[in-house]
């Protein structure tokens, strides 16, 4: 079946610090990938979608110059928080679309801004 | 008032259970319908997938929807220790190319051997 890689799995960066996540569609072609948060015990939240070629659609409260989103390739997006602050840490999950059949999702990457 | 209300748990059943996870949502326009399950630090995967009103089984899984009470259902039968993770309800429109999908909060699903 299809499979998202993303990595790196957990990083942990210094306040200040720019840190970059990245998610492969490793079987298939992903023209719209999606970026989303997710605090514990809480639902994902939808922060971007990713399109291949062109710039990304940012949801509303989302910061685009914090939050910088990449999609070069058919295989790959890329996230990039920039000056990341503790407020920051949180769970991050890409996903891509596989319809008729759902979604696609990384495993997801654990950032911890100390 | 969420678009996608998810009973929020935790549930705690015993091993063999039959399971009944649930949703309700107020968008009338969503017609496509997922089931996700989310283990602790992992993203989420696709358990089911439905289109429109009806229900689909996979072994001891089986989805229902009901579009006319606007109310999903997941229920997992001889529910295993295995099966202990949360599960995410999600829902799209019929114009999918945006591929934004409304989740449920999720419920977290104990069970205890």
């Known amino acids: 079946g299809a499979v998202v890689s993303q990595h790196p799995s957990r990083v942990i960066c210094k306040s200040g610090t720019s840190v970059k996540i990245e998610c492969r569609s490793l079987d298939f072609q992903a023209t719209t990938m999606f970026w989303y948060r997710q605090f514990p015990k809480q639902s994902l939240m939808l922060m971007a979608t990713s399109n291949e070629g062109s710039k990304a659609t940012y949801e509303q409260g989302v910061e685009k110059d914090k939050f910088l989103i990449n999609h070069a390739s058919l295989t790959l997006s890329t996230l990039t928080v920039t000056s990341a602050h503790p407020e920051d840490s949180s769970f991050y999950i890409c996903?891509?679309?596989?319809?008729?059949?759902?979604?696609?999702f990384g495993s997801g990457t654990r950032l911890t801004v100390v | 008032q969420k678009e996608v209300e998810q009973d929020p748990g935790p549930l705690s059943v015993p091993e063999g259970a039959i399971v009944s996870l649930n949703c309700t949502y107020s968008n009338s326009a969503f017609q496509y319908f997922m089931w996700y399950r989310q283990y602790s630090r992992k993203g989420p995967e696709l358990l089911m997938y439905t289109y429109s009103s009806g229900n689909k089984e996979d072994g001891r899984f089986t989805a229902q929807v009901d579009k006319s009470s606007k109310y999903i259902s997941l229920f997992i039968r001889d529910s295993q220790p295995s099966d202990s993770a949360t599960y995410l309800c999600?829902?799209?429109?019929?114009?999918?190319?945006?591929?934004?999908?409304?989740f449920g909060d999720g419920t977290t699903l104990t069970v205890k051997p």
């Open positions: 999600a829902m799209s429109a019929l114009d999918t190319n945006a591929g934004k999908s409304t």
């Open positions: 996903s891509a679309s596989t319809l008729p059949y759902g979604y696609t």
